[in-house]
Structures are given as C-alpha cells and as structure tokens.
C-alpha cells in the first residue's frame, strides 16, 4: 500500500514556476513508477509526466522543455518543476503511484488528493 501526498501548487502568474512535491509513504517507493497528472474543470484527467524507478522519464507533448519531474527515493519524494507557466496549464495536478510504468490514468492503481495550481493572465 502506497499513500500519497501533494504539496506546493497554488497561484502564480503566467511566465511563473512553481515547485510540486510528492511525499509517498512506503518501503518500495523506490521500486515504484511514479506519475504526475492534471484535470482542468470540465477535462479529463490527462498524463504531465512520468519517471520509472530507474529515473527514466515521460512527457506529455505539451509540456516538454517547461516541466521536469524528478525523484528523491532517499526522501520518498517526487517533484514536478514547473516552468513558464500558462493560463492552460491551471488545473488540478495528482501524484500517482504503480509498480508497472504507464502513461494513462487506468495504469495507476495509487493517487493522491491532488494540489491546486492556478495561473493568473
């Protein structure tokens, strides 16, 4: 069993950064897949970026060159930096956990409550 717990979203301008962190509770975080997900009002849940546990790292299309997702197993942490911030990018942003890697939403079986980020034009 994986818990999981967001922190670090909340308003900043377009152009801005913001730094997103995971705190995730478990002896096998390490071997764990890990994910970073958003659901804007009225949208799906989408993939932002994934990291195996080797470090190996997924990107959505639209978030190339702006984001990075990293871990910290020492910590049980991973992060999310974000970079040259927009207005589209506001929604809701998940951590998500699995053994297996994935890029969808049904590939995760562990998730946080989710940390609000919202980027002001």
């Known amino acids: 069993q994986v818990q999981l717990v967001e922190s670090g979203g909340g308003l900043v301008q377009a152009g801005g950064s913001l730094r997103l962190s995971c705190a995730a509770s478990?002896?096998?975080?390490?071997?764990?897949?890990m994910g970073w997900f958003r659901q804007a009002p009225g949208k799906e849940r989408e993939i932002v970026a994934t990291?195996?546990?080797?470090?190996?790292?997924y990107y959505a299309e639209s978030m190339k060159g702006r984001f990075t997702i990293s871990r910290d197993n020492a910590k049980n942490t991973v992060y999310l930096q974000m970079n040259s911030l927009k207005p589209e990018d506001t929604a809701v942003y998940y951590c998500?956990?699995?053994?297996?890697?994935?890029?969808?939403?049904?590939?995760?079986?562990?998730w946080g409550q989710g940390t609000q980020v919202t980027v002001s034009s």
């Open positions: 998500a956990a699995d053994e297996n890697f994935g890029i969808t939403t049904r590939e995760y079986d562990y």
């Open positions: 478990g002896r096998t975080f390490r071997t764990y897949a």
């Open positions: 990291i195996t546990w080797r470090g190996s790292t």
